[in-house]
């Protein structure tokens, strides 16, 4: 009876170690904050590699959302950090079977508990292959977190970062048991330093045609819900 405990303790082990195989995080490339007189903003680029079982489901058709969310504190040393700013982008990724191109739609606001369907999109952006679409969805320019306002010259600020595949968006028969798998797992979390003092913006012009479409493809901009 000795041999049991270590059998299930070898086993338990071997289990552990073939779990991050599948749960892996994305690979940071880029992550830097810009503090100007106007805004905070965040500039990142992560490498995409979905397992298999993410990408089947991709090629039949089934839509994928990830969502990228920002909050910005600033530190009080008299009491817990309070949050003065927010941002989330929520991206989605959909395959076109009948042109074989792929579509990722922006949305810039926090997602409904109705679902992805629910969300405004901004814009769309086709895509060739897999790779590009991938590529477009972890890519993120001169993202706007605060306004210059919003942060105290004063103080120190900190910003607590976010990358996710979100699998509550999907339709609910796609959710079932997928808790349980972490090959769906897709998710980077991170803390970044606010920088201490503001910089000119040396390009605002650049910068804001590049904010507008940051995607590279082929992009059309819907219009507003009236």
């Given at each position: 009876m000795r041999g049991w405990p270590r059998f299930f303790l070898g086993l338990v082990l071997s289990l552990l170690?073939?779990?991050?195989?599948?749960?892996?995080?994305?690979?940071?490339?880029?992550?830097?904050?810009?503090?100007?007189?106007?805004?905070?903003?965040?500039?990142?680029?992560?490498?995409?590699?979905?397992?298999?079982?993410?990408?089947?489901?991709?090629?039949?058709?089934?839509?994928?959302?990830?969502?990228?969310?920002?909050?910005?504190?600033?530190?009080?040393?008299?009491?817990?950090?309070?949050?003065?700013?927010?941002?989330?982008?929520?991206?989605?990724?959909?395959?076109?079977?009948?042109?074989?191109?792929?579509?990722?739609?922006?949305?810039?606001?926090?997602?409904?508990?109705?679902?992805?369907?629910?969300?405004?999109?901004?814009?769309?952006?086709?895509?060739?292959?897999?790779?590009?679409?991938?590529?477009?969805?972890?890519?993120v320019v001169r993202w706007r977190l605060a306004d210059g306002a919003q942060l105290d010259p004063e103080a120190k600020h900190e910003v607590e970062f976010s990358f996710r595949l979100d699998l509550s968006l999907l339709p609910r028969p796609f959710q079932i048991g997928m808790g349980d798998q972490p090959e769906w797992t897709v998710e980077l979390r991170q803390a970044l330093p606010v920088p201490g003092q503001a910089e000119p913006d040396r390009s605002p012009d650049v910068g804001a045609a590049v904010q507008a479409v940051e995607l590279t493809g082929e992009a059309t901009v819907s219009e507003p819900a009236r």
């Open positions: 170690a073939l779990w991050p195989a599948h749960a892996q995080a994305p690979q940071v490339e880029q992550l830097v904050l810009q503090r100007t007189p106007e805004a905070l903003l965040l500039s990142a680029r992560m490498a995409l590699q979905p397992s298999p079982v993410v990408e089947d489901a991709l090629y039949k058709a089934v839509p994928l959302y990830f969502v990228w969310h920002a909050d910005v504190y600033r530190q009080r040393w008299y009491w817990i950090d309070k949050r003065v700013a927010s941002a989330t982008r929520t991206l989605r990724l959909a395959y076109q079977p009948l042109t074989r191109r792929w579509r990722v739609s922006l949305s810039n606001e926090a997602a409904a508990t109705s679902g992805g369907a629910s969300l405004q999109y901004a814009l769309h952006q086709n895509f060739d292959s897999l790779n590009e679409a991938l590529a477009g969805v972890g890519r």
